[in-house]
């Protein structure tokens, strides 16, 4: 009955369309939520195939299209070749202090095939605002050793603290960028003996063509001694070759060659004479050298103005470049320039009398306030000083006293004399310079040889007391003083100790004998006891012997120079001075000297 029931209700009339209206909407939603999970699948699949579609492509790319070439790169980048700088030898005084010398620095170098030029322009912006350095600059280093170099180029040496920091925090992003510890020049005295020391630079281009042992970036001596003994200061590049990974960090050692340190160079320059030069030349131009009498030594060879050599051990900026060229030329060395000498040159013409035999070591000549030539009146300081002879004529500097001198014995005689005293004859190869000019002596031939005018009387009164077309340099009026010091021998001036007493080096007599010697010596001393040099014989240092000279320049104040030897009794230093536009010798010039004098005296307590 229940049976019955049941069966009963579930067939009744009002019942009887339910069920296949259930089945018809279960059916319907079941149609919809299976027709979205198949367009997601569609497009999930369409998605996942372009994915991987694209990274099939660049498999294919770089495994088959340009594996070959990508293999290469890893693998060059892989193991370096990294060269190894050797430390410059050093640049010492005489007594072993450093002129020039080494300390350790951080350098930028790029490795430039480990991205793309046009990577590169986006590095190269970057590092430029850190490094203070144009992007120009540094793609310009890139594009001189190419792209596809092997061996890095350096951008930058100096790094400072907050460029170091920088670059370490950035590290993973600057591919191809290397930052090394390395050795860099330094001079401990800035701008002392600048023309002297020198300078250095990266090789150039064309250095590096006719130098291929030369590694990229080498150093290399652009002035001064730094310059002519380049081959004993730069030593021999090393290299190490070892495997890296992407950070630059060294994994493994394939081999090494130690680099080999430059030789030290030894010179004969004294510092504190050096110091004193320069310090009392002040921001003055012109020039001061020191010698030893005896050896020919170069204690000290000062020139003015000067620049830091510092400078260029690091990208020099234009600001620095325009502020050096506003010194009047800086890198010049008047040391060895020539000059109008002035009345240091009756020096050579009282050598030129009495070695000619015209005039004795006693003879003796009239002076007055002129002299009239071809209708030109040559002055005397003053109204004359009476019949004089050597002594007096160098004391007192009078001018007709040499104008009688030079036209009795002509200029041929002054300048045979002369030469002989190393004006116009100094060896300046045995200075170690690359650098400078000798002196220049007029006589008839070379004049008519040059202007192509005849020689007039004039000329050889011009020419007795220095002035016409006579030049010497500071460094040959050093060589005439000291002969008169040392007996009469004309000395050889040298920079490099290790030539000091060899046979290059020797002294060679001047043929003037002792009684002329001892004159003339005897003029020089008298000049700074009662003459026109008296203000070098105020008790501060020993008595020396000395001559001043004012060189007239056209349109311009007198140059002021002097020349002395030291001490009066026994002469070890002989000295020259000028100082352009200075005025009267004893004005400027000799007190240049003095100081010289006071610091070789002190040294020697």
């Known amino acids: 009955m229940v049976r019955q029931l049941f069966y009963s209700s579930a067939i009744s009339p009002a019942n009887t369309d339910r069920p296949a209206t259930v089945y018809r909407d279960r059916r319907r939603i079941a149609a919809k939520g299976e027709r979205h999970p198949l367009y997601r699948a569609v497009l999930f699949m369409l998605l996942a195939t372009g994915l991987m579609g ?64 046009e990577q590169w322009k986006v590095k190269a912006a970057q590092l430029g605002n850190v490094l203070d350095l144009p992007a120009e600059k540094i793609l310009e280093a890139l594009e001189r050793v190419g792209y596809r170099s092997a061996s890095p180029v350096r951008i930058a040496r100096h790094l400072t603290p907050e460029a170091f920091i920088w670059l370490a925090e950035h590290s993973q992003e600057l591919t191809g960028v290397e930052v090394r510890v390395e050795s860099s020049r330094y001079y401990p005295h800035g701008d002392l003996a600048a023309q002297v020391v020198g300078y250095i630079g990266e090789a150039t281009l064309e250095e590096l063509k006719a130098h291929p042992e030369w590694p990229m970036g080498m150093i290399v001596g652009q002035l001064g001694v730094e310059a002519s003994a380049n081959d004993q200061l730069a030593g021999k590049w090393g290299a190490r070759l070892v495997e890296v990974n992407a950070q630059n960090e060294e994994l493994r050692l394939f081999g090494e060659r130690p680099s080999e340190g430059g030789k ?35 204690l000290a060879m000062a020139s003015s103005p000067r620049f830091d050599p510092n400078l260029f051990t690091r990208q020099i900026t234009q600001q620095q470049w325009e502020e050096l060229q506003e010194l009047e030329h800086p890198f010049l060395n008047r040391a060895l320039q020539g000059y109008p000498p002035g009345s240091t040159f009756k020096i050579a013409s009282s050598a030129a009398g009495m070695g000619s035999g015209e005039f004795s070591p006693g003879s003796v000549i009239a002076t007055s306030a002129s002299i009239t030539v071809g209708g030109i009146t040559f002055h005397e300081h003053s109204g004359g000083y009476g019949v004089i002879g050597f002594r007096d004529a160098l004391a007192f500097s009078s001018n007709t006293f040499f104008y009688r001198l030079g036209m009795a014995i002509g200029p041929e005689a002054i300048a045979k004399w002369t030469e002989r005293l190393g004006i116009g004859t100094t060896d300046l190869n045995l200075l170690g310079l690359t650098e400078g000019s000798t002196g220049f002596i007029p006589t008839p031939k070379n004049k008519e040889e040059i202007y192509g005018e005849p020689w007039y009387l004039g000329d050889t009164v011009t020419m007795s007391i220095g002035q016409g077309s006579v030049l010497t340099t500071p460094l040959e009026l050093a060589v005439m003083v000291s002969a008169m010091a040392n007996g009469g021998n004309r000395v050889k001036p040298h920079l490099l100790a290790d030539l000091t007493g060899t046979p290059q080096t020797q002294p060679e007599p001047t043929g003037l004998s002792p009684e002329i010697i001892s004159t003339i010596r005897d003029g020089l001393i008298a000049t700074v006891q009662y003459g026109t040099a008296q203000g070098m014989n105020d008790g501060t240092i020993p008595l020396t012997g000395g001559k001043t000279g004012t060189a007239e320049v056209w349109g311009q104040e007198s140059h002021s120079v002097y020349v002395g030897f030291g001490a009066a009794d026994k002469a070890e230093i002989g000295v020259a001075v000028v100082v352009e536009n200075g005025g009267y010798g004893s004005k400027a010039a000799a007190p240049v000297a003095k100081e010289m004098f006071r610091a070789y005296f002190n040294g020697k307590k």
Do not use: C, F
């Open 54 to 117: 694209l990274h099939v492509h660049r498999l294919v790319q770089l495994q088959l299209l340009d594996g070959a070439q990508n293999r290469l790169r890893a693998e060059e980048n892989r193991i370096r070749l990294i060269p190894m700088p050797s430390n410059r030898g050093r640049i010492l005084d005489r007594n072993g202090k450093p002129l020039a010398d080494n300390h350790q620095v951080r350098g930028v170098y790029l490795w430039p095939k480990e991205q793309t030029p």
């Open 264 to 298: 030290p160079v030894k010179l004969t320059l004294d510092l504190n004479v050096q110091k004193a030069a320069e310090a009392a030349l002040g921001n003055r131009r012109g020039a001061a050298v020191a010698l030893n009498v005896k050896t020919g030594e170069v």
